[in-house]
């Protein structure tokens, strides 16, 4: 895509919703500060995050790239999270803080602007993760560890 595409994509995004860097700014540290109080997530991030402002950094660049079509983000997120002790709870209970700190902070358009692509995010990489362990989920089922019950969404 060209600069000037995505500089046109951008400014309607901005001026559809509000976002800017600054919003994401806050938006991805609140958001953070919530997942490393959290009682089931924390766990999970504290085993592989030793230094947090890169990862804050590199988050405000993904969410940049998502939402603003920045191209600021240059990671490959599946990777980053195949082999990751997560399944349904896991996304769940990410989605719940994501969106309970999107609507906090932002003003709603911004809010489900976050929120639809946080959906999409999420659910793509249950399927990956899932995928990589052998296992495919039908539609409206989740990834699940063994020892526990089937979810259905």
């Known amino acids: ?16 919703t509000g976002i800017d ?6 938006l991805v540290r609140s958001f953070y500060e919530r997942v490393r109080a959290d009682e089931l997530l924390a766990p999970i991030f504290q085993e592989r995050i030793e ?32 082999g990751l002790p997560v399944d349904f709870r ?3 209970r990410w989605l719940e803080l994501f969106e309970h700190t999107a ?22 990489l249950e399927l990956g993760i899932a995928a990589q362990e052998g296992v495919v989920l039908a539609p409206g089922e989740r990834l699940r560890r063994a020892a526990q019950a089937p979810a259905r969404s």
């Open 1 to 16: 895509m060209s600069f000037s595409r995505r500089a046109e994509i951008t400014a309607s995004i901005l001026e559809r």
């Open 21 to 26: 860097e600054t919003m994401i700014d806050r």
């Open 51 to 82: 230094d947090w402002e890169p990862h804050l950094q590199r988050m405000c660049d993904f969410w940049s790239s998502v939402a603003l079509w920045s191209g600021r983000y240059h990671g490959q997120p599946m990777q980053k999270h195949l």
């Open 90 to 92: 896991h996304f769940d």
């Open 103 to 124: 609507k906090a902070l932002c003003p709603p358009a911004a809010a489900a602007h976050f929120i639809e692509r946080a959906r999409r995010i999420a659910q793509s």
